[in-house]
């Protein structure tokens, strides 16, 4: 990822922002320019298009996502403990930065931009495959249950998240994400670890 400037940083943020306060229809160049204290030509010399700062938003979190994923890897630790350090990872992250989660959350607001969908779709599926990846190798060294398949299991961790934060984002941020983390991950014991 292209390092950005502390200026195209602020753009994202107060991008993030707008869509999860007011939608995404409400992300224009007028509001961005009114919310930053800036002109809009001022925003067109950091990015060319609403689009350009949507695909940034994306990418954003894309990094993100692998960051964390390369740093939940430690030795002597199982599958399973990586796989709860990592739900713990995620739920921090949208807890400090709420408004992202109206973003990757809510895929439907892109469904009629093609380049966007795509980039939501491509999160998605490394965060599936990224899962998967973990559980298969939890049935392997034998922290992860192998009567249910790696794929299944996958949905069950994935669609589990998705509820929470969604419940979380629903509740106006007042339920503890945290702590409906760690039930997750109690339950997420029971049910699949050996």
């Given at each position: 990822m292209k390092e950005l400037t502390n200026r195209q940083k602020q753009i994202i943020d107060i991008s993030i922002k707008i869509i999860s306060e007011r939608g995404i229809q409400d992300l224009t160049m007028k509001n961005l320019s009114k919310e930053l204290g800036i002109t809009e030509?001022?925003?067109y010399r950091h990015f060319?298009?609403?689009?350009?700062?949507?695909?940034?938003?994306?990418?954003?979190?894309?990094?993100q996502n692998k960051?964390?994923?390369?740093?939940?890897?430690?030795?002597?630790?199982?599958?399973f403990q990586h796989l709860q350090r990592s739900i713990e990872m995620i739920?921090?992250?949208f807890n400090k930065n709420p408004a992202m989660s109206a973003v990757i959350f809510s895929e439907e607001i892109f469904q009629n931009q093609s380049e966007l969908s795509e980039?939501?779709?491509?999160?998605?599926?490394?965060?599936?495959?990224?899962f998967t990846q973990l559980l298969e190798k939890g049935q392997q060294d034998g922290s992860i249950r192998s009567d249910i398949g790696k794929d299944e299991l996958s949905v069950i961790v994935m669609g589990s998240i998705r509820h929470i934060v969604t419940v979380w984002r629903l509740s106006g941020f007042t339920v503890d994400l945290n702590k409906n983390a760690e039930k997750l991950i109690k339950s997420l014991e029971v049910m699949i670890a050996s």
């Open positions: 030509p001022a925003i060319e298009s609403k689009q350009k700062i949507l695909i940034a938003v994306l990418d954003s979190f894309k990094h960051l964390i994923n390369e740093n939940i890897q430690n030795e002597g630790e199982t599958a739920m921090k992250k980039l939501v779709k491509n999160i998605m599926n490394s965060t599936i495959a990224f």
